[in-house]
């Protein structure tokens, strides 16, 4: 198995917890994805997360997906491609919110460092070109994302639902 990509976190806003912490976290979700889905990278690859608030994201929501509200989780692959393919060497951003990551860890009763490594494992999943827009892609992905999540003692989160 390949090492991790180079992790460059940013802290663009929010209240996030101490950064070693999200450090530690983020690698590990990064690590289990990469090995349960049999990701290929290349050596060397890159991959950015930028820690944000609910205004900042729901600009790039209204502004890259039309969608004026904010999100959990935005990923911006540098290129497009389908699952199983290598990407570049630059993979791309994964954009979280601190607020909408509380309130929804809250609403579901999880804590916020399990609904936190979900959403990386599913932000990072969308830049190796998994995607949950028609059923049978979700089906694809919300597999391997409980996959992941089993691997880290965490629950199904979709408990059969589709995303």
Known sequence: ????????IVQQAGNWPIEEAIAAL???AISVSID???LKLRQNSELSVVLSND????????NWRKIDSP????SFPVEDISVGEMPGMLLGDIVLSFETITREAENQGVSFDNHF???????????????HIDDKDAVEME?????????????????DDIV
């Open 1 to 8: 198995m390949l090492d991790n990509p180079e992790i460059d």
């Open 26 to 28: 983020t690698e590990k």
């Open 36 to 38: 349960v889905a049999k």
């Open 55 to 62: 205004e900042e994201v729901q600009v790039l929501n209204k």
């Open 71 to 74: 999100t959990n989780v935005l």
């Open 117 to 131: 490594l979900h959403l990386v494992i599913h932000g990072f999943l969308h830049i190796f070109g998994y995607d």
């Open 143 to 159: 597999a391997v994302e409980i996959a992941c999540l089993s691997r880290l003692g965490i629950a199904n989160p979709y408990n």
